[in-house]
């Protein structure tokens, strides 16, 4: 086959935190041969060229393709704009370069042409896509962390890992029962049939999306790895019932978070800013309040509220009340949190020395 282009540079750029890749390439089309439709010829190299420039993202990716000429910088860049790859096609992109062609009166298509493309990952869950990575991949961990729950079924893994975490939060007796993959398809089978969602194919943020109106009550999210700031999706929904979902790139699969800290492991996962610390009563957060460590913060009343038992002051009723609550797990914030009443330092250990910065513990 005739080479339809010459590419003159290439440039790859990864955005880890984004989990995106931009790749740049400056390319030349080589003209057509006599008796070759010129058209033809360019609608064949520029398939060609797109084909080549994604030869290494998946068909979930959402893309941004930009083609510029090199010569004429002033002209408009033609630009398929958030687009999946499997939604690209030769109409669609012969269309884009015959709308924008017309306005740049400059535009050579046998000139330099720089082609940008950035595609993100998009979380897509299905099954049977195995591809092991350095370390112990996901899938090893769901089985062996006692604090994930692995999700067997091959098929319909979202709806299998939303349904076991809603059983773990609402301490469903069925819990255990689902875990091990007993009356549960039922159960998803009506939740398929009652939302109308389809997920034989995939499971990505529109499924997720359309998953999360249907269950108002809770707040669904997403984590892409073991990381507390590695979310790829959190459900916009005002809700203290939380079900974490981990999401495993190299299987396509998903699974669930029984316990976060233990999967992170760490001792606290901020619920307003999704950072790890090693107490919340240390931890520094604009959305969380400093005095009873509520979400979010408590409003000041005016006058400050004393606790005569750790010595600190508080914004209102509410949160001096707040500050007082503990549970079988956890102790109180007045437990944890006071004021030495001899040099006035706050004291979050137990083990405190007055005027004394530094100590072996």
Same mark, same amino acid.
């Given at each position: 086959?005739?080479?339809?282009?010459?590419?003159?540079?290439?440039?790859?750029? /990864?955005?880890?935190?984004?989990?995106?890749?931009?790749? /740049?390439? @400056?390319?030349?089309?080589?003209?057509?041969?006599?008796?070759?439709?010129? &058209?033809?010829h360019f609608l064949a190299s520029v398939n060609y060229l797109i084909e080549h420039a994604l030869r290494d993202i998946e068909d979930s990716d959402k893309l941004v393709i930009t083609i510029q000429n090199q010569v004429n910088q002033n002209d408009?860049?033609?630009?398929?704009?958030?687009?999946?790859?499997? /939604?690209?096609?030769?109409?669609?992109?012969?269309?884009?370069?015959?709308?924008?062609?017309?306005?740049?009166?400059?535009?050579?298509?046998?000139?330099?042409?720089?082609?940008?493309?950035?595609?993100?990952?998009?979380?897509?869950?299905?099954?049977?896509?195995?591809?092991?990575?350095?370390?112990?991949?996901?899938?090893?961990?769901?089985?062996?962390?006692?604090?994930? &729950?692995?999700?067997?079924?091959?098929?319909?893994?979202?709806?299998?890992?939303? &349904?076991?975490?809603?059983?773990?939060?609402?301490?469903?007796?069925? $819990?255990k029962a689902y875990i091990q993959g007993r009356k549960i398809r039922r159960v998803v089978e009506t939740l398929l049939a009652t939302t109308g969602i389809d997920l034989s194919n995939r499971a990505g943020i529109p499924e997720l999306v359309r998953?999360?109106?249907?269950?108002?009550?809770?707040?669904?999210? &997403?984590?892409?790895?073991?990381?507390?700031?590695?979310?790829? +999706?959190?459900?916009?929904?005002?809700? @203290?019932?939380?079900?974490?979902?981990?999401?495993?790139?190299?299987?396509k699969h998903y699974h669930v978070i029984a316990n976060l800290t233990g999967a992170m492991v760490t001792r606290y996962v901020c619920k307003m800013c999704h950072k790890s610390c090693t107490s919340n009563v240390t931890h520094a957060c604009d /959305? @969380?309040?400093?005095?009873?460590?509520?979400?979010?913060?408590?409003?000041?009343?005016?006058?400050?509220?004393?606790?005569?038992?750790?010595?600190?002051?508080?914004?209102?009723?509410?949160? +001096?009340?707040?500050?007082?609550?503990?549970?079988?797990?956890?102790?109180?914030?007045?437990?944890?949190?006071?004021?030495?009443? @001899?040099?006035?330092?706050?004291?979050?250990?137990?083990?405190?020395?007055?005027?004394?910065?530094? $100590?072996?513990?």
């Amino acid at each position: 086959m005739a080479r339809r282009f010459e590419i003159l540079d290439a440039n790859t750029r /990864q955005y880890r935190r984004y989990i995106a890749v931009g790749r /740049q390439l @400056t390319v030349r089309l080589l003209p057509p041969s006599d008796n070759t439709n010129p &058209v033809a010829h360019f609608l064949a190299s520029v398939n060609y060229l797109i084909e080549h420039a994604l030869r290494d993202i998946e068909d979930s990716d959402k893309l941004v393709i930009t083609i510029q000429n090199q010569v004429n910088q002033n002209d408009k860049p033609i630009g398929i704009i958030s687009r999946r790859k499997d /939604q690209l096609s030769a109409d669609l992109i012969w269309s884009v370069f015959e709308k924008v062609s017309q306005s740049n009166s400059g535009f050579n298509a046998l000139d330099t042409l720089v082609v940008n493309v950035h595609s993100v990952r998009m979380p897509v869950g299905f099954f049977k896509h195995a591809t092991m990575s350095r370390g112990r991949p996901l899938s090893v961990m769901a089985h062996l962390k006692r604090s994930l &729950v692995e999700v067997k079924a091959e098929e319909n893994c979202l709806a299998h890992a939303l &349904v076991i975490a809603i059983a773990k939060v609402d301490k469903n007796p069925n $819990y255990k029962a689902y875990i091990q993959g007993r009356k549960i398809r039922r159960v998803v089978e009506t939740l398929l049939a009652t939302t109308g969602i389809d997920l034989s194919n995939r499971a990505g943020i529109p499924e997720l999306v359309r998953l999360q109106e249907h269950f108002r009550e809770y707040k669904i999210f &997403v984590y892409r790895g073991l990381s507390c700031d590695n979310i790829i +999706f959190e459900g916009q929904v005002d809700s @203290t019932k939380r079900l974490n979902i981990l999401y495993d790139d190299m299987k396509k699969h998903y699974h669930v978070i029984a316990n976060l800290t233990g999967a992170m492991v760490t001792r606290y996962v901020c619920k307003m800013c999704h950072k790890s610390c090693t107490s919340n009563v240390t931890h520094a957060c604009d /959305q @969380t309040c400093s005095d009873c460590m509520a979400c979010p913060p408590c409003a000041f009343s005016g006058v400050r509220i004393p606790c005569c038992e750790c010595n600190r002051h508080f914004r209102s009723h509410k949160c +001096f009340a707040n500050h007082k609550q503990s549970t079988k797990q956890k102790s109180s914030v007045c437990e944890r949190k006071r004021c030495c009443a @001899t040099c006035g330092w706050l004291v979050t250990r137990e083990n405190h020395e007055c005027n004394r910065l530094f $100590y072996d513990n």
